[in-house]
């Protein structure tokens, strides 16, 4: 069975800072792999995907993130945090093998926090 | 290109009532997944719906049911309210099932009194 770890429920950095969220998962087949951001009373917004093109993945707004197998991990990275980044940010890992559905099974998230 | 929405944005409901959200899929999109988001948790996955036939399900009792139209708007249906039904629901639509990018609405928030 899949799932995803998040270290850190909550996170705090201040602004120009590096943001560093964890991410583990588990899966018996090849992942995809994909990091959220969600915004106060707002729905999910896709930051980056990973499928197995390249380890490590652009996403919006200055955010990457690195995959590797070894670790079982795919941290989200942003060198300098800006007060804009504070919400909540989700790690999701999907099956990747013909006939999935592609259902998303989601981490607990990581609320991260700016200060000025 | 509009994107996913959903209705309504709020809603309160007793114990034991029913309830219908509805989600209006990204255009070109065929498949639309909706997800539970309890209070300070990751989504969880209810069912899938693939061309108007449901395509997968998560661990939900039956009373939660959905349908998809055929112009891939989609209901999610919940009958029996109880108070731990209280959460965020998300529709999310993408282009197929599998691994295609599924883009989420902003959802609908229930309170089950």
């Known amino acids: 069975a899949q799932s995803v770890t998040q270290l850190g429920s909550h996170v705090s950095v201040s602004e120009g800072a590096l943001v560093l969220l964890r991410c583990n998962y588990s899966?018996?087949?090849?992942?995809?792999l994909f990091w959220y951001v969600q915004y106060p009373n707002q729905g999910l917004q896709l930051l980056l995907k990973?499928?197995?093109?390249?380890?490590l993945v652009k996403g919006i707004n200055g955010f990457e993130a690195e995959f590797k197998k070894s670790e079982t991990s795919f941290h989200l990275t942003k060198p300098s945090a800006h007060m804009r980044d504070a919400a909540e940010y989700f790690c999701?890992?999907?099956?990747?093998?013909?006939?999935?559905?592609?259902?998303?099974?989601f981490g607990k998230g990581t609320k991260l926090s700016v200060k000025p | 290109e509009t994107g996913v929405t959903q209705s309504p944005t709020h809603l309160i409901k007793t114990r034991g009532q029913q309830v219908t959200l509805r989600c209006s899929s990204q255009?070109?999109?065929?498949?639309v997944s909706w997800y539970q988001q309890a209070l300070g948790q990751g989504p969880q996955f209810i069912f899938q719906?693939?061309?108007?036939?449901?395509?997968g399900r998560g661990n939900f009792p039956p009373r939660f049911s959905g349908l998809q139209f055929p112009n891939y708007s989609s209901e999610l249906n919940v009958n029996a309210l109880e108070l731990d039904d209280s959460a965020l629901y998300l529709c999310?639509?993408?282009?197929?099932?599998?691994?295609?990018?599924?883009?989420f609405g902003p959802g609908t928030r229930l309170t089950v009194l």
């Open positions: 999310a639509s993408s282009l197929a099932t599998g691994t295609d990018t599924q883009y």
């Open positions: 899966s018996s087949v090849p992942p995809y």
């Open positions: 990973y499928t197995s093109a390249a380890t």
């Open positions: 999701a890992v999907t099956q990747n093998y013909g006939g999935s559905q592609g259902n998303l099974i």
């Open positions: 255009s070109g999109h065929n498949t």
């Open positions: 719906y693939y061309r108007e036939e449901e395509n």
